[in-house]
C-alpha cells in the first residue's frame, strides 16, 4: 500500500512539473512574440524614415537641376555658378608623381604596402586595420590609382561564369562596418582564386570605417581582379558621402591629404561597373530591376559620365528613342535598372543586405549568399556584436526601439507646425482635442510614413482621455531643437528638415573649402532652395540669425556652426 501511495504522489508531481513546464514554455514563447513584434515595429520606423529620406535625396536632386536652368536662364548669373555646375577644363596632372612626392615619415608604424600587391600585402593590412591603425594616405592614393586602371578596363557588366571548383559568394551594402566584413571572411573565407565574391556597392558612409573596408575591397582587387567584383552602389557617390558621414571620415583622418583622396576618390567611383551577369541568368545589380530592364542599354551607357547620383550630366549621353533625341539624364546607378527601355524577363528577385546592426546595435542581422554551380542560392546570417551579446533580449529590443521613437520624434518635431495645423482641421471648435482615429490619419497626411500610427500614439502623445487625443499636448515630451532666440519658429524647423541637403549645398557654394561662405551667397542659395522647395519663410528671418551667428562680424558664416545651433535635443535617454 505504502509503495502504491508513495508512486502516486511521484506521478502527481511530476504531472504538476509538467504542466507548469509547459506554462513557463508558453509564457516564454508569448514574451519573446511581444518582444519580436516591439523590434518589428522599430525596424518598421527606421524603414520608413529612409525611405522617405530617399525620396528627399531625389527632391534634392530636382533642386539641383532646378539650379542648372535658372543659371542658364539668367546668364548674368553664370559667373556665380558653383565650379560642380559648371567644370572648368581639368588640366591633366602626373597622378603618380604627385602622389610620389607624399613622404612616409618614419613615425608611421602602420602597413607600408609595395606594389604590385600581393596577398600577403592585404593580410598584412587586414591585421593593422584590426589594431585599429590608419593607413597613410600615400598608400590609400596609390590603392585608389591603382584600382582606377583596373575598373576603366572594365564593362559596364561584367558577365562571369560559375564552375564547381571555384565557389561564389555574393554579400550586399556594407557601408563602413568593417566588423561585418571580417566576420563574413572568417566564416566564409578570404578572397582568392577559387573564394570568389561580388560586393554589390555601397561599401561606405554610415558607419565608422568606411575606409578601411575600401581599402580592403580595393586591394583585393588589385590582387584578384578577376575573381573580386565590385558593383556601384548610391553611395558610391562624393554628394553622398557629404551627407551620410564618409567625407566627413577622409578629412578627420587625412586632414593634409583629405581632399587629394577626396578628388581621386571621385573618379575611381565613375569607373566602378554597374553590374554582374553570372551565367546569363544571375544578375547582380544594386537597387534593383524593373520589368523593362534592358541589359543592352546599361552595357552601352557612358557610366563615367555619372558623376553623381545627384547631378545630371551636362552633356548628351543617351538616345532616348521614345522621344527621338538625346537625353542629357543619366540615372543613378542605384536606380539605373528603373528606367530602361525594353523588357527583360527574370524569375526571381533577392535582395541581399550584408550590414548588420545597421540601424542601431541589436537591430537586425547581416546576410550573404553563396550560388553553387546551377546557381541555387545558399543564404548565411551573422551578426557582428560584442556589446548586444552581453544584454538581455528585453534590453537589446529596448536599445532600438527607443532609437527609433527618437527618430521619429525628430521628424515630428520638425513638422511640428504642419502637425497642428492637421490636427486643427478635425477640431473645429477648438476643443484642444481629437479622436485617435483623426490623430492618425492627421499624422499620416503630414509625416507620409504608411506606419501604424494607431497602435504608436501611446509613445507619441503624452494624454489619451475617453478615445481622445489631447494633440497639443503631444508635443510635451518629444525632442526639442536648440536654437537661437531670433529664429522664427517655421524657419527652426525648416532647417531641421533639410539640414542633410543644406549641408551639402553649402560644401557646394564653399568653393575654397575653406568652411566659410559669404553672406551674399549665402542669401542666393537660400532664395533658390526656398523657391524650389515652396518654402515660406521671409529672408530677413534668416539674415537675421545668420548675423547673429558672423560673431567676428566679417561677413562670412561658418555653415556647420550655423547649423549645430539648430540640433535636436533629446529630453530624456530612456523614452520620448
Known amino acids: 500500500m505504502g509503495c502504491s501511495h508513495s508512486v502516486h504522489n511521484e506521478t502527481k508531481k511530476s504531472e504538476k512539473a509538467m504542466k507548469a513546464a509547459v506554462l513557463i514554455q508558453n509564457w516564454y514563447r508569448c514574451y519573446k512574440a511581444r518582444l519580436e513584434l516591439r523590434r518589428r515595429q522599430a525596424l518598421n520606423i527606421f524603414e520608413n524614415i529612409e525611405y522617405?529620406?530617399?525620396?528627399?535625396?531625389?527632391?534634392?536632386?530636382?533642386?539641383?537641376?532646378?539650379?542648372?536652368?535658372?543659371?542658364?536662364?539668367?546668364?548674368?548669373?553664370?559667373?556665380?555658378?558653383?565650379k560642380i555646375f559648371n567644370p572648368e577644363p581639368k588640366q591633366k596632372s602626373d597622378q603618380e608623381t604627385i602622389i610620389s612626392l607624399i613622404e612616409v615619415p618614419d613615425t608611421y608604424y602602420g602597413p607600408r604596402l609595395k606594389f604590385p600587391l600581393t596577398f600577403a600585402d592585404v593580410v598584412l593590412l587586414i591585421d593593422a586595420f584590426k589594431e585599429n591603425q590608419i593607413l597613410h594616405a600615400r598608400y590609400v592614393l596609390e590603392v585608389l590609382l591603382e584600382a582606377k586602371k583596373i575598373l576603366q578596363q572594365m564593362p559596364n557588366i561584367i558577365h562571369i561564369s560559375s564552375t564547381v571548383s571555384k565557389e561564389l559568394t555574393i554579400c550586399g551594402d556594407i557601408h563602413g562596418k568593417l566588423d561585418d566584413l571580417f566576420l563574413i571572411f572568417y566564416k566564409n573565407g578570404l578572397p582568392s582564386g577559387n573564394n570568389r565574391y561580388v560586393f554589390n556597392g555601397d561599401f561606405v558612409d554610415r558607419g565608422q570605417n568606411s575606409m578601411e573596408v575600401l581599402m580592403v575591397l580595393f586591394s583585393f582587387l588589385l590582387v584578384y581582379p578577376n575573381d573580386i567584383y565590385l558593383n556601384r552602389g548610391n553611395h558610391e557617390d562624393y554628394l553622398m558621402n557629404m551627407r551620410y558621414g564618409f567625407t566627413r571620415e577622409i578629412m578627420q583622418k587625412y586632414k593634409q591629404h583629405g581632399a587629394k583622396i577626396l578628388h581621386l576618390l571621385e573618379e575611381v567611383y565613375t569607373w566602378l561597373p554597374i553590374g554582374t551577369l553570372i551565367d546569363k541568368k544571375v544578375l547582380v545589380i544594386h537597387g534593383g530591376i524593373a520589368d523593362n530592364t534592358d541589359l543592352n542599354?546599361?552595357?552601352?551607357?557612358?557610366?563615367?559620365?555619372?558623376?553623381?547620383?545627384?547631378?545630371?550630366?551636362?552633356?548628351?549621353?543617351?538616345?532616348?528613342?521614345?522621344?527621338?533625341?538625346?537625353?542629357?539624364?543619366?540615372?543613378?546607378?542605384?536606380?539605373?535598372?528603373m528606367e530602361q527601355l525594353t523588357k527583360y524577363e527574370w524569375d526571381q528577385i533577392i535582395t541581399v543586405f550584408s550590414a548588420s546592426n545597421y540601424y542601431e546595435e541589436g537591430s537586425n542581422r547581416g546576410a550573404y549568399l553563396k550560388l553553387s554551380h546551377d546557381t541555387t542560392p545558399r543564404f548565411f546570417q551573422y551578426q557582428s556584436s560584442q556589446i548586444t551579446q552581453a544584454k538581455t533580449l528585453h534590453e537589446r529590443v529596448d536599445i532600438v526601439e527607443n532609437a527609433a521613437f527618437r527618430i521619429l520624434g525628430e521628424r515630428m518635431i520638425s513638422r511640428k507646425t504642419n502637425l497642428i495645423q492637421a490636427f486643427q482641421k478635425y477640431d473645429p471648435n477648438d476643443t484642444g482635442k481629437i479622436s485617435l482615429s483623426d490623430w492618425a490619419k492627421a499624422t499620416e497626411e503630414v509625416l507620409e510614413l504608411h506606419l501604424p500610427w494607431m497602435s504608436l500614439c501611446p509613445r507619441l502623445v503624452k494624454t489619451i482621455e475617453d478615445g481622445y487625443v489631447?494633440?497639443?499636448?503631444?508635443?510635451?515630451?518629444?525632442?526639442?531643437?536648440?536654437?537661437?532666440?531670433?529664429?522664427?519658429?517655421?524657419?527652426?524647423?525648416?532647417?531641421?528638415?533639410?539640414?542633410?541637403?543644406?549641408?551639402i549645398i553649402f560644401n557646394i557654394i564653399d568653393k575654397d573649402q575653406s568652411g566659410l561662405i559669404s553672406m551674399d551667397e549665402f542669401r542666393a542659395m537660400w532664395k533658390l532652395f526656398c523657391s524650389h522647395y515652396n518654402i515660406d519663410i521671409e529672408e530677413s528671418h534668416v539674415d537675421q540669425v545668420a548675423y547673429s551667428m558672423d560673431l567676428n562680424k566679417d561677413g562670412s558664416i561658418d555653415f556647420n556652426e550655423f547649423l549645430t545651433a539648430f540640433d535636436v535635443v533629446h529630453r530624456a535617454t530612456n523614452k520620448l
Open 52 to 82: 522617405a529620406d530617399e525620396q528627399d535625396q531625389m527632391q534634392l536632386a530636382k533642386f539641383f537641376t532646378f539650379m542648372l536652368e535658372h543659371y542658364v536662364k539668367n546668364k548674368s548669373s553664370a559667373d556665380n555658378l558653383p
Open 297 to 337: 542599354v546599361l552595357e552601352q551607357m557612358k557610366r563615367n559620365r555619372m558623376r553623381s547620383v545627384l547631378m545630371p550630366p551636362l552633356v548628351p549621353a543617351v538616345f532616348d528613342p521614345r522621344h527621338g533625341h538625346f537625353s542629357h539624364e543619366l540615372t543613378p546607378p542605384a536606380m539605373l535598372a
Open 470 to 503: 489631447l494633440y497639443n499636448m503631444g508635443f510635451k515630451d518629444l525632442p526639442v531643437v536648440r536654437a537661437p532666440k531670433v529664429a522664427k519658429a517655421g524657419m527652426v524647423e525648416t532647417l531641421v528638415r533639410y539640414r542633410s541637403d543644406l549641408k
